[in-house]
């Protein structure tokens, strides 16, 4: 079963250049749609996105974003 949600992430300076994102999709085969984003290095990051994917694979990729 397939499911996609609109989430939104806050990212505090020590991951804004970690590549989060990169694992969410190979690490759990999701995919994604960026609606909007605000990252500066050095400072918080804001990232609106479209997540979907398989539910299970779903569930851990919000488990590792926690």
């Known amino acids: ?9 806050h990212f505090p300076v ?3 250049d970690k590549p989060i994102i990169f694992h969410l999709v190979k690490d759990y085969g999701l ?11 050095k400072e918080e990051g804001l990232l609106v996105m ?8 779903y569930d851990k990729g ?5």
């Open 1 to 9: 079963m397939q499911t996609s949600r609109r989430i939104v992430l």
């Open 14 to 16: 020590r991951l804004v």
């Open 31 to 41: 995919e994604f749609n960026i609606l909007k984003a605000s990252v500066t290095p």
């Open 50 to 57: 479209e997540l979907s994917g398989d539910q299970e694979n």
């Open 62 to 66: 919000m488990r590792f974003l926690t």
